[in-house]
């Protein structure tokens, strides 16, 4: 059995609409996974009902062996953490030691345990000489860093990042891709929505594509950004240097700027080795003559 399972999960908000249709999706421990889609396409409902802020309307929801159907949200926030959408939705404590704090406090940990978990977090995002400052005086993207360290904090089998990208400098977004890799190092099992078609190439190989309510490819990100027709039914574009290599005809689905080098030096490779050759024939024929 999957760490984190979706088993045909379909969810309908209480004004009727349907957000979320007969969705099938699973998450091996220490897997990193994007979840890519246009806007409306589903993916915050879907992740909602993966830490119990939200119960499938139909189908299941299986984390770590428990349906989600039988334990209340506090107890599944034990074993998921959700990180939001907007930072402002999240933070409201006075500083960002005591929000950083108050996940594992809730959750019952001793002192010791509390203290090394809220100093792990605030070196991972880097707000260790920021722990006093009240979160709102940070600028947006140092308030995001501040909810991603207070999930961090709470040491949950999965965490899930709801476009952390969204407003970050490029610097936050590096600081992102290595947050990311050194939580799955530690085996912590990572899903991230995200509408950076780069930050994906650069920091997953499993990319689940949803549109309009369900889930329309599930596969590596190459099989993903290299598959045009999907990317027109979810409206979604191949990252930039995909995009380039494509129009200028390079060999390979390339994904990235080192690919796009390497296919480079390939191409002048031959062409030289063809300019040998043609030397090589014209004193042939010289010879001959
Ligand atoms: N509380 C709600 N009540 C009714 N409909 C809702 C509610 N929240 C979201 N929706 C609708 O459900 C659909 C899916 O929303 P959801 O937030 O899951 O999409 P998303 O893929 O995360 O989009 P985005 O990329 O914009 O964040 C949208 O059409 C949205 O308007
Ligand atoms: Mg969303």
């Known amino acids: 059995m999957s760490f984190l399972t979706l088993n045909d999960v379909t969810f309908s908000y ?65 074993k998921v953490g959700y990180v939001f959408q907007n930072p402002d939705d999240q933070i409201f404590h006075e500083t960002v030691k005591s929000e950083i704090m108050f996940g594992p ?21 880097g707000l260790e000489s920021f722990l006093d400052i009240h979160p709102y005086n940070l600028p947006y993207s140092m308030k995001k860093m501040v909810s991603i360290a207070s999930v961090i904090a709470m040491d949950t089998g999965t965490i899930i990042l709801d476009e952390p990208t969204a407003g970050q400098d490029s610097i936050a977004i590096k600081k992102l891709g290595s947050i990311i890799n050194a939580l799955v190092k530690e085996g912590k099992t990572i899903i991230t929505i995200t509408h950076d078609m780069e930050f994906v190439v650069t920091n997953f ?43 200028l005809n390079f060999n390979g689905k390339i994904l990235d700027i080192d690919e796009m080098i390497e296919s480079l030096k390939k191409q002048q490779a031959k062409k030289g080795q063809r300019k040998n050759d043609n030397n090589e024939s014209y004193k042939q024929v010289s010879e001959i003559l």
Not at 39 to 52: C, E, L, R
Not at 212 to 227: L, M, P
Request: aromatic content about 4%.
């Open 14 to 78: 209480p004004n009727g609409f349907t957000a979320v249709e007969n969705v099938n999706m699973s998450f091996e421990k220490g897997e990193s996974v994007a979840i890519i889609g246009q806007n409306g396409a589903g993916k915050t409902t879907t992740v909602k009902m993966m830490n119990g802020l939200l119960r499938p309307t139909k189908g299941d929801v299986i984390i770590e062996g428990l349906n989600t159907k039988d334990y209340t949200t506090a107890q599944i926030s034990r």
């Open 205 to 247: 190989e499993r990319v689940i594509v949803m549109a309009n309510k369900k889930v329309v490819s599930d596969e590596n990100k190459r099989g993903i950004f290299w598959n045009l027709d999907i990317l027109e039914e979810a409206m979604l574009k191949q990252p930039h240097i995909s995009r380039l290599s494509n129009t």
């Open 105 to 125: 406090k809730n959750l019952g940990f001793s002192e010791e345990k509390m203290n090394e978990n809220v100093k792990k977090a605030a070196e991972l995002t």
